[in-house]
C-alpha cells in the first residue's frame, strides 16, 4: 500500500501499512459499526472514501488532504457540472 507516492492517486494515505475494512449488516447499522470501530479510531488516519456510505464534508477533507483534495474537487467540478456523483461539490 506505501509503495505508491501518495500524490500519484486519489488515494493520499499511503504512508499506512495496512487497510482496514469495517462494515456491519442488517440489522445493524452506523451505530454498531461506530461503537465496534471506537477502540480502533485513535489508531488510525484517513479513509478510502468508497467504502464510505454516508460521506459527508468532513469526511472529504480527511480522505482528500491537500493538494489530493485539490485535484479531485478539481476532476469533480470539470466531469459532473451536474453535481451527480457529489451534490453540492
Known amino acids: 500500500m506505501s509503495d505508491v507516492d501518495p500524490a500519484a492517486t486519489a488515494f493520499a494515505h ?7 475494512i469495517a462494515s ?3 440489522p445493524y447499522g452506523r451505530e454498531a459499526l461506530g461503537r465496534a470501530w ?3 479510531a485513535e489508531h488510525t488516519d484517513g479513509a478510502y472514501v468508497n ?3 454516508h460521506p459527508d464534508d468532513a469526511m472529504f477533507d480527511q480522505t482528500y488532504p491537500g493538494i489530493t ?3 479531485v474537487t478539481g476532476l469533480w ?3 459532473d457540472l ?3 456523483l457529489r451534490p453540492g461539490g
Do not use: D, N, W
Open 14 to 20: 499511503r504512508h499506512q501499512r495496512s487497510l482496514i
Open 24 to 26: 456491519t449488516f442488517p
Open 38 to 40: 471506537e477502540p480502533m
Open 51 to 53: 467504502f464510505v456510505s
Open 69 to 71: 483534495g485539490a485535484r
Open 77 to 79: 467540478k470539470h466531469y
Open 82 to 84: 451536474e453535481g451527480i
